[in-house]
């Protein structure tokens, strides 16, 4: 049973530097999420894509934030000149649309520190 | 989004039964309930969903009150492994995405 792929599971990056997070989705699911989450709280989203379509992005992406969907399948998350408020986890979660409804299943995460 | 309220915590023995409350006094009629938890270090895992009956699957029970004001997801005997942040989600049927509140810290005793 392949779930949600995400990598690397942590980074720690210096101040400045770029990131970025590749998240696999479950096999044949159309619709790719991304997600925040800080210690204590519950998770923020991010952007969504259905396909290779980029629907939706949160005011939290700020333009230091991009992601990408290229072919429909694995997706990229990029921060470029990390802050030290980036320090959260990323989730990735994926979906299939279909008539009888929409479950959404998670990844495992990937922890960033900036230091 | 319509607002869910949940309790910031709760405790129960382990092999017991645990009944986390929901309230969405707000609810919409085309609004699904949705339970997911959160492992410690890892990410949610969906739970149960239901719209007005109530629900039972291999994890747990959606109990959702006749006005659908309030909901229960019912684990019917605790073990250790159900220590987790339980998150009560209402999600229209057309929403592209979950949005998470703060959730119920669920802790389990030996």
């Known amino acids: 049973d392949t779930g949600v792929s995400q990598d690397p599971r942590h980074k720690i990056t210096k101040r400045g530097q770029n990131v970025t997070f590749r998240c696999d989705p479950i096999s044949e699911h159309n619709r790719l999420y991304w997600y925040r989450q800080t210690l204590g709280q519950g998770p923020e989203f991010l952007t969504y894509?259905?396909?290779?379509?980029?629907?939706?992005k949160s005011r939290l992406l700020s333009d230091r934030f991009s992601a990408e969907r290229p072919k429909g399948s694995f997706s990229t998350l990029e921060i470029q000149r990390t802050e030290q408020g980036d320090s959260a986890m990323y989730l990735c979660?994926?979906?299939?649309?279909?008539?009888?409804?929409?479950?959404?299943?998670f990844g495992e995460g990937s922890w960033l520190t900036v230091v | 989004d319509a607002k869910t309220t949940q309790p910031n915590s709760m405790e129960s023995n382990e092999e017991e039964p645990v009944h986390l409350p929901c309230n969405h006094s707000t609810i919409s009629g085309t609004d699904y309930i949705h339970w997911y938890r959160q492992l410690p270090s890892q990410g949610p895992e969906y739970v149960i969903h239901?719209?007005?009956s109530n629900v039972n699957n291999r994890m747990a029970s959606l109990a959702i009150a006749e006005d659908r004001k309030s909901s229960t997801l019912i684990l019917h005997r605790a073990t250790l492994r159900d220590a987790a942040v339980y998150y009560c989600i209402l999600r229209d049927l057309g929403a592209q995405k979950l949005v998470f509140g703060q959730g119920t810290r669920l802790t389990i005793n030996p």
């Open positions: 979660a994926s979906s299939l649309v279909a008539s009888s409804g929409n479950t959404i299943y």
């Open positions: 894509f259905q396909n290779e379509a980029q629907l939706e």
């Open positions: 239901g719209l007005t």
